[in-house]
Each structure stands twice: as C-alpha cells, then as structure tokens.
C-alpha cells in the first residue's frame, strides 16, 4: 500500500527536552534495537518512510 507524500511531517511536542527532531522510524528503531532484532536494509527504508510522516519535538529552551 502506497502513501501520498506529506508536504511536511506533522510534529508532535513532547513534554522533555530532545537535543534534536525525533522521527518516529527512529523510535521504533530504537526499541526493537533493544529488544535485540537486528535492523535490516527493509527496516532502515521503513524508518526512513515513516520520519518523513511524523517528528516528534522536544520543548524549546528558555533564555
């Protein structure tokens, strides 16, 4: 099944400070890393896909 191409990911704010913009691929990378599945060359494109779908952004910090 094929998505329609998003003009821009929808950003998400989460409560905690991220250093950088987190895609959702990446978490999801991130988790199945640590249950130990090994990301494969499929994986990697899917967490690809699916950051340019949604970002996760952390609080700005105060001056």
Known sequence: MK???????VRIKV???LRR???I????KR???SLGIAPC?????RAATM???V??????ARP
């Open 41 to 45: 060359t499929p994986c990697q494109q």
């Open 31 to 33: 988790v199945t890393s």
């Open 21 to 23: 913009d987190v895609g």
């Open 3 to 9: 998505l329609p191409k998003p003009a821009t990911p």
């Open 55 to 60: 970002t996760f952004t952390g609080r700005t």
């Open 15 to 17: 409560p905690v400070a």
């Open 25 to 28: 691929g990446d978490v999801v």
């Open 51 to 53: 950051n340019r779908y």
